[in-house]
């Protein structure tokens, strides 16, 4: 089943699907971890850690930092706002919005 996935080297996928295949092909097909790290392109202490989490699935830190643009979002959505009804001949470009 998850042996006719792509390579990771031709075509990456997303953490959660290698995370499965990891420990489908351990589970099931009763691969070694050295195969495993080679098919999929991860080192063999990922793969490693992926079996010893189990079931459970990777989970990173949302971020903490607020975006750059946080000051100017009330009057970017204002100036969106107003663009968005005008007809679209009458509409200013971008250059247009941020020149002075």
Known sequence: MFA???DQREAPYSTNL???S???????EQMSIREISRRTGLARNTVK????????????PKRAS??????????LSTWLSIEATK??????????LHTP
């Open 49 to 60: 850690k992926y079996l010893r989490a189990g079931d459970e699935e990777p989970r990173y």
């Open 4 to 6: 006719s996935l792509v």
């Open 66 to 75: 607020s975006s750059k643009l946080d000051p100017y979002a009330e009057k």
């Open 87 to 96: 007809s679209r001949k009458q509409r200013r470009t971008l250059l247009q």
């Open 18 to 20: 290698r995370h499965l």
């Open 22 to 28: 990891v420990q489908a092909w351990a589970l099931r």
